[in-house]
């Protein structure tokens, strides 16, 4: 028989195993239209970003991250369902996220989190496709594309649609007129994690910056007023932005959860051009995107080529780069690894907890987008653009390519920019990717 003194020896370890698995919590920063070289981590010359430096020297930065689409709806669909944009029941903006879905927020919320969608949601605005209704707890924010930073109105409807108010907390609008939407954003986000300190948390903080319009404080636009003026209030709305990011993480810090946070950070597409975010009618030249070809709706890289994060102190520290290719859907599958939470088996993503701190390779063997008419696919540095378009903000740029250049392949580790088209000198690789990606289309729902 055990002895008293080895049963209670034994007592720990019994206890340890039956224990369950830390439950982390979870930290999603997901801004809007920001251009990939457009933060400091990213090489920015003239945009400072201190607090999102600080998460890149303490965290794992993707050089060959994708957003599942170059436009925001589909985009945080696929962010928060794990599947691509078709999949997901959002193949263009304008589209609702179908009741029911097994979205994140429900997935954590059912493990036991508090789960809070604070921000931008631009998946649904009826009962039944709010974000109380996917598995949000707390919501503080819109429901449509964008809203005036200070009036908290959408104005670019009309002549169809009349603008309209919209803010909301939960499931009642609310008024806050005058106040600036980023520190609302931040305010909310923090007292969210102050009312629940006891508990695992999800926080969805869904930055609506740098989206048009151009708004920002005098206090942010001081910090670049050696800026021309577009560059100066796009660059003091990412201010705002990392401020945001800075508050989030001191509130962590103070109550001691910060070692158990994973931070998942990323922009929904690249920068747009569009005149509603210019000057004087023009297009706007404000965003970058840095050494890559096209912008905001575009599927060459400029589109959706993103800068990305992911920190976890509990699990690594230290600055590391992984060049391995990932996209947004494997945000979902990656936070239920890390939460201990089987994903739906529905998923598209791929979990990337092995990939940021174990150095795996990529578990994509090729990745795919449609999007406007376009269609492109990844599969290892090749990429192939069909009816591609750059959205340059030029007459031309807002046309399919033509004639050969309708088919685009490019090797990425060579050409970044895209500015070759290899299509006469591999034309068997062409065959076989476009191949493969009408062989993927065939899958999505029509």
Same mark, same amino acid.
């Given at each position: 028989?055990?002895?008293?003194?080895?049963?209670?020896?034994?007592?720990?370890?019994?206890?340890?195993?039956?224990?369950?698995?830390?439950?982390?919590?979870?930290?999603?920063?997901?801004?809007?239209?920001?251009?990939?070289?457009?933060?400091?981590?990213?090489?920015?010359?003239?945009?400072?970003?201190?607090?999102?430096?600080?998460?890149?020297?303490?965290?794992?930065?993707?050089?060959?991250?994708?957003?599942?689409?170059?436009?925001?709806?589909?985009?945080?669909?696929?962010?928060?369902?794990?599947?691509?944009?078709?999949?997901?029941?959002?193949?263009?903006?304008?589209?609702?996220?179908?009741?029911?879905?097994?979205?994140?927020?429900?997935?954590?919320?059912?493990?036991?989190?508090?789960?809070?969608?604070?921000?931008?949601?631009?998946?649904?605005?009826?009962?039944?496709?709010?974000?109380?209704?996917?598995?949000?707890?707390?919501?503080?924010?819109?429901?449509?594309?964008?809203?005036?930073?200070?009036?908290?109105?959408?104005?670019?409807?009309?002549?169809?649609?009349?603008?309209?108010?919209?803010?909301?907390?939960?499931?009642?609008?609310?008024?806050?007129?005058?106040?600036?939407?980023?520190?609302?954003?931040?305010?909310?986000?923090?007292?969210?994690?102050?009312?629940?300190?006891?508990?695992?948390?999800?926080?969805?903080?869904?930055?609506?910056?740098?989206?048009?319009?151009?708004?920002?404080?005098?206090?942010?636009?001081?910090?670049?007023?050696?800026?021309?003026?577009?560059?100066?209030?796009?660059?003091?709305?990412?201010?705002?932005?990392?401020?945001?990011?800075?508050?989030?993480?001191?509130?962590?810090?103070?109550?001691?959860?910060?070692?158990?946070?994973?931070?998942?950070?990323?922009?929904?597409?690249?920068?747009?051009?569009?005149?509603?975010?210019?000057?004087?009618?023009?297009?706007?030249?404000?965003?970058?995107?840095?050494?890559?070809?096209?912008?905001?709706?575009?599927?060459?890289?400029?589109?959706?080529?993103?800068?990305?994060?992911?920190?976890?102190?509990?699990?690594?520290?230290?600055?590391?780069?992984?060049?391995?290719?990932?996209?947004?859907?494997?945000?979902?599958?990656?936070?239920?690894?890390?939460?201990?939470?089987?994903?739906?088996?529905?998923?598209?993503?791929?979990?990337?907890?092995?990939? &940021?701190? !174990?150095?795996?390779?990529?578990?994509?063997? %090729?990745?795919?987008? +449609? $999007?406007?008419?376009? /269609?492109?696919? #990844?599969?290892?540095?090749?990429?192939?653009?069909?009816?591609?378009?750059?959205?340059?903000?030029?007459?031309?740029?807002?046309?399919?390519?033509?004639?050969?250049?309708?088919?685009?392949?490019?090797?990425?580790?060579?050409?970044?920019?895209?500015?070759?088209?290899?299509? &006469?000198? !591999?034309?068997?690789?062409?065959?076989?990717? %476009?191949?493969?990606? +009408? $062989?993927?289309?065939? /899958?999505?729902? #029509?």
């Amino acid at each position: 028989m055990m002895s008293r003194r080895a049963f209670l020896g034994s007592a720990p370890l019994a206890a340890a195993a039956q224990r369950p698995p830390l439950q982390p919590n979870v930290v999603l920063i997901v801004v809007d239209d920001l251009g990939a070289g457009d933060l400091g981590f990213q090489g920015s010359p003239d945009i400072r970003t201190p607090n999102l430096d600080a998460l890149a020297a303490d965290g794992v930065r993707f050089t060959n991250w994708y957003s599942n689409a170059p436009v925001c709806a589909p985009a945080r669909a696929s962010i928060l369902t794990g599947m691509y944009p078709a999949r997901a029941g959002v193949p263009a903006n304008r589209r609702a996220l179908t009741p029911g879905t097994r979205t994140l927020a429900r997935l954590l919320r059912d493990a036991g989190y508090a789960t809070a969608c604070i921000g931008k949601w631009h998946l649904g605005d009826t009962e039944d496709t709010v974000p109380n209704a996917h598995g949000f707890q707390y919501f503080y924010g819109f429901h449509s594309g964008c809203v005036d930073f200070y009036s908290h109105r959408f104005y670019w409807g009309e002549p169809a649609r009349a603008n309209f108010h919209d803010l909301w907390r939960n499931r009642e609008e609310i008024f806050e007129d005058g106040q600036y939407l980023t520190t609302r954003i931040t305010e909310e986000s923090g007292r969210f994690l102050e009312r629940h300190r006891g508990q695992p948390c999800f926080l969805y903080a869904a930055y609506n910056a740098p989206h048009y319009p151009m708004h920002a404080p005098d206090a942010y636009t001081r910090r670049f007023a050696h800026l021309p003026l577009e560059r100066r209030i796009y660059a003091a709305m990412i201010a705002a932005v990392d401020d945001g990011v800075g508050v989030i993480r001191e509130t962590l810090r103070a109550q001691n959860r910060l070692e158990e946070t994973l931070f998942i950070f990323v922009s929904d597409n690249g920068a747009t051009t569009e005149r509603r975010a210019g000057l004087d009618q023009k297009p706007a030249t404000a965003g970058s995107s840095g050494k890559y070809r096209g912008y905001k709706f575009s599927l060459f890289d400029g589109g959706m080529h993103v800068p990305a994060l992911i920190s976890w102190t509990g699990r690594h520290t230290g600055a590391k780069t992984v060049h391995e290719v990932a996209m947004s859907m494997d945000i979902l599958p990656t936070v239920c690894a890390a939460a201990h939470i089987a994903p739906p088996d529905e998923v598209d993503g791929r979990n990337l907890l092995p990939v &940021a701190f !174990e150095g795996a390779p990529s578990p994509h063997e %090729a990745i795919f987008w +449609e $999007s406007g008419g376009q /269609k492109a696919v #990844r599969k290892g540095p090749w990429k192939l653009v069909v009816d591609g378009r750059t959205f340059d903000g030029t007459p031309a740029g807002s046309k399919p390519l033509a004639g050969v250049d309708a088919m685009w392949l490019s090797n990425l580790d060579e050409d970044p920019g895209e500015s070759r088209n290899l299509r &006469a000198w !591999e034309p068997r690789l062409v065959d076989e990717l %476009a191949t493969a990606l +009408e $062989s993927w289309r065939g /899958k999505q729902p #029509r």
